[in-house]
Nanobody, 125 residues
């Protein structure tokens, strides 16, 4: 059964750093694009970052550029999101998912499938 499992969430102080992971299992191939999204309480889920299958190209939402880094280790079937300088308004549940049709659109989340259950990040002093 194909699935993604996110982990690494937790409590971090404003300005702090955290890395969350997205581990894949059950897929016969691992050359798919992967996206990270987040959903804050009372808000819609929004795109954060995405990475191509080989890891050679990345894209970031404007709100996280320069602070977040997405990477992947295909030997471990894992995609990472390194978050630095976290802001008080950024607590959310962070999700990863796979590109369904070979591309990722932050505005059309139907372009992704196999959403994980999420990992919660809390930013608080």
């Amino acid at each position: 059964q194909e699935q993604f499992v996110e982990s690494g969430g937790g409590l971090v102080q404003p300005g702090g750093s955290l890395m969350v992971s997205c581990a894949a299992s059950g897929f016969t191939r691992n050359d798919y694009h992967v996206g990270w999204f987040r959903q804050a309480p009372g808000k819609e889920r929004e795109g954060v970052a995405c990475i191509t299958g080989g890891g050679g190209s990345t894209n970031y939402a404007d709100s996280v550029k320069g602070r977040f880094t997405i990477s992947r280790d295909n030997a471990k079937n894992t995609v990472y999101l390194r978050m630095t300088n976290l802001k008080p308004e950024e607590p959310a549940v962070y999700y990863c998912a796979r590109a369904r049709w070979g591309y990722i659109s932050y505005d059309d989340q139907r372009s992704l499938d196999y959403w994980g259950q999420g990992t919660e990040v809390t930013v608080s002093s």
